[in-house]
């Protein structure tokens, strides 16, 4: 009788669509560098949300990295069970390459891909014609995703109305899974009766919100008001302006921008960026209030249990306040005076706390639709997911370089000379290689090299020599 070799079943694998695993606690260096929140940290709270929703006993999650080349497919499909893919606003004109790139991808693989709270972006009045030259691209890719799940989950009403427009039937709201990173609880509480200029109030907002829609003087306003106030960004370039004082960006001309070095809350000390969800999270724990234009950085202060009101400037951020029904307001419709104080005053949580045991359950039961397991469902309720965060030592929030603290230098003195050593390592590796191949290094080769170095390492060790003459 022949004998059967038993083999222990290997881990359920997915593939997830992010900057980097919850798990990996990066310098702040190497995250800014390897841009891992993917422009805007606040793809970082609903990917390490997915991430812990999705790894149960016997399933294991991994980060992708956000690489998405078509090339990588074969290995795809024979090292995972499935693609899961957060998603924001990927419907959108300045999205289409990415929007290519992820369907090209798709195409070639043969295992399930389920798209988690995919949004359509456009103004206020929800208004798709800017979006008539991007049909094309959005049919396709949606296309490939349903040929290989059973639906396609939106943020809200306006982004499943534009996809039943477009002629698809399998679209389910389903919000963002970023509101769902403790499950079915939700706890979110006035600790003060009101706000007063000893408050503790989070803002944070967009470059456009502050640039064109009148960010820049309710900022101000409240700068004036509350001499505790914070204001939290979260694009790349607002995390490169605070740590290396780095204004090579477009977004650099916004100087109305707290992030800026021009900005006196930038000088105050009274700005931060997050690399990381758990130290951007825990620290909105310690507010009053938080407002702002931007969705997830209030999302975070909600998952803190600290009330937040959105300002909404476009159909994204407004069509998921709209279904999460967390309190909001049309930028645009916005009162000369305003007081975050009103905002506070007149916000009601009921509506967002009672419905949300119910949003949980459509949410989990659209996974279930689709193949997959989640740990509230079918694990420890996301409980090893914590005890493994918390054994962890994420960095600080990013602050304003204002000073020239020897420590400070140190430490990215440090990261720009292993840098450095790292570019000369590839530098002749790559002489090397021509050699062999019997080559020999062009103008073009050796000017390219020469550029990447001074771009990673030239402009930030201006920038800190700048930073210590002030």
Known sequence: MPVVEDRPQRPRRILLRSGKSPYEALSIEEAIDRNVIATNSGNLIFSDASHKILETPGTEVVSNGMRMAASEAARINEEYDAFVVPLANAFRPSWENGLKQLTRLISRLKIPVVVLGVGAQAGLNYNTARLKPLEPVVREFVSAVLDRSASIGVRGEFTEQYLKDLGFRDVEVIGCPSLFLYGKDLDVRKRV??????????????????????????????????????????????????????????????????????????????????????????????????????????????????????????????????????????????????????????????????????????????????????????????????????????????????????????????????????????????????????????????????????????????????????
């Open 193 to 470: 009766p009101e706000l007063t200029p000893e408050s503790r109030v989070a803002i944070n907002g967009s470059h456009s919100a502050v640039k064109s829609q009148g960010l820049d003087k309710v900022i101000a306003r409240t700068h004036a008001r509350y001499p505790h106030l914070r204001f939290i960004g979260q694009n790349l370039s607002d995390a490169r302006q605070l740590h290396w004082r780095d204004l090579s960006d477009p977004n650099a001309l916004v100087t109305a921008m707290p992030t800026h070095p021009d900005h006196p809350m930038y000088r105050e000390d009274k700005v931060r960026v997050y690399i990381d969800p758990v130290t951007w999270i825990d620290d909105l724990r310690g507010f009053d209030f938080s407002f702002g234009s931007r969705i997830h950085g209030n999302i975070a202060a909600l998952l803190a249990g600290t009330p937040a009101t959105v300002l909404c400037a476009d159909s994204r951020t407004l069509e998921l306040c709209r279904y999460f029904e967390i309190p909001h307001r049309r930028i645009d419709k916005l009162p000369a005076d305003l007081d975050p104080a009103t905002l506070y005053e007149e916000a009601n949580f009921g509506p967002l706390l009672n419905g949300h045991q119910e949003r949980f359950d459509r949410f989990t039961a659209f996974l279930t639709r689709n193949g997959l397991e989640n740990t509230f469902t079918h694990g420890d309720g996301g409980a090893a997911f914590d005890a493994r965060m918390g054994a962890l030592s994420f960095p600080p929030g990013i602050r304003p370089w204002n000073d020239a603290d020897p420590a400070a230098l140190g430490a990215r003195f440090g990261w720009l000379q292993s840098r450095m050593a790292e570019l000369a390592t590839e530098n002749a590796r790559l002489k090397k290689d021509l050699a062999k191949a019997g080559g020999k290094a062009t103008a073009t080769g050796a000017t390219s090299v020469y550029r990447r170095a001074r771009r990673v390492v030239g402009r930030p060790l201006r920038r800190a020599l700048g930073a210590g003459r002030g």
